[in-house]
């Protein structure tokens, strides 16, 4: 296989876990004869600074054109200020909207050897599997009007959270795809007692789960299940959920496997690449962690993670993607853990346990 992968570095540590996952990405390759051509691209506040954009023209061309794309992660102090025109999270949501990546699927399942890393009691975690699936170009970030305006000598801002009867559809129906392929169950997640958006949602996910007999559905009202997350998230198998709630949620859901440097994304949509699979974008969800930024500190298994899912989703290699998985658990199972896990390694040592696995089991696998 031969694939080109547009790289977004971005800020803050984003640059240390790409430049990571790209160490992972070359030895799969190696093992297996493939070719991933990872050329940088800039994003958010990088971008700023150089361009004055957060998405220069040039780097969503190279996406489009591009098999996937790997993002670290974007923003810090820099550009935090709230009267700032430009911002480096403008980057994320334009690209995702310039990609039409509707869907985000973020996968929650905490490893046995981190679960006195969580705050929740061990107990609690016993048998947790489970994935979101939030709609992820549409609702309150995409809604207009968006803007401030003067009311009666005061400042007023606006946000406009929309929904359309084809965009719930087309998430919801990619939702009830996956729970067939694990535990049959969804949880549709919103709050259909106070918003007309939500009332809607609630509607055609109803009428989508009617097409998917063999799947359970249930409605929780977003509050609700933000304490049933932290409760009893064992009994969760796929949620699903609007743009916002989706954000929220998933980084509270974090803390399950004990520290958010743990969790993957892939966001995906209907633009197929050359191999005929989903041209998604894959990130680690933490932010930029301007903090340690440098330090050659920061946890690099989400954007591994993130690239065994782009291995998955986007080139059709399962067995290359299941390989770094495992080879990822097998290293937190000796013992390489970084610091926001509770151990020492750096981001560098990390790698190295990773591959060491990585290289392990393909000379089994041969």
């Known amino acids: 296989m031969n694939a080109n992968i547009a790289c977004l570095p971005g800020d803050g540590i984003g640059p240390e876990v790409v430049d990571a996952a790209k160490v992972v990405l070359d030895a799969v390759g190696d093992a297996f004869g493939h070719q991933f051509i990872l050329q940088n691209y800039p994003i958010g506040g990088g971008a700023i600074d150089l361009y004055g954009n957060a998405l220069p023209d040039f780097t969503l061309e190279a996406c489009l054109d591009a098999d996937a794309v790997l993002l670290g ?51 609690k975690l016993i048998g947790v599997d489970l994935i979101f699936v939030r709609e992820l170009t549409s609702g309150i970030y995409f809604g207009t009007p968006k803007e401030r305006r003067n009311i009666n000598g005061e400042e007023m801002a606006v946000d406009t959270m929309s929904y359309t009867t084809g965009e719930i559809q087309r998430v919801s129906r990619l939702a009830f795809e996956l729970a067939r392929q694990r535990r049959k169950k969804v949880t549709s997640i919103d ?38 997350l932290l409760s009893k998230p064992a009994s969760f198998d796929v949620l699903v959920t609007e743009n916002m709630f989706g954000d929220i949620l998933t980084d509270e859901a974090s803390v399950l496997t004990g520290s958010m440097g743990n969790l993957p994304s892939a966001s995906i949509g209907d633009g197929l690449n050359k191999f005929g699979k989903p041209r998604g974008l ?33 080139f059709g290699l399962e067995n290359e993607a299941l390989l ?15 610091a926001d896990l ?22 089994a696998y041969e």
């Open 324 to 338: 770094i998985e495992k080879a990822v658990s097998q290293a937190i199972e000796q013992g390489a853990l970084t």
């Open 73 to 123: 992660a974007v923003g810090g102090p820099k550009w935090d200020s709230p009267d700032a025109l430009v911002r480096p999270e403008q980057g994320l949501l334009a690209i995702r909207k310039g990609l039409n990546l509707f869907a985000n699927l973020r996968p929650v399942k905490p490893h046995a050897k981190l679960l006195s890393a969580s705050p929740l009691k061990s107990e």
């Open 191 to 228: 709050k259909a007692n106070v918003l007309e958006s939500s009332r809607l949602w609630r509607k055609v996910v109803s009428q989508v789960g009617s097409e998917y007999p063999d799947v359970a559905l249930e409605h929780i009202l977003v509050d609700a299940a933000a304490m049933y």
């Open 282 to 314: 894959y990130e680690p969800i933490h932010g930029s962690a301007p903090d340690i930024a440098g330090k050659g500190v920061a946890n690099p298994i989400g954007t591994v993670l993130s690239a065994a899912l782009m291995l998955r989703y986007s």
């Open 342 to 363: 509770g151990g020492n390694y750096t981001t560098s040592a990390m790698i190295q346990a990773i591959l060491q696995q990585f290289s392990e089991s393909i000379s």
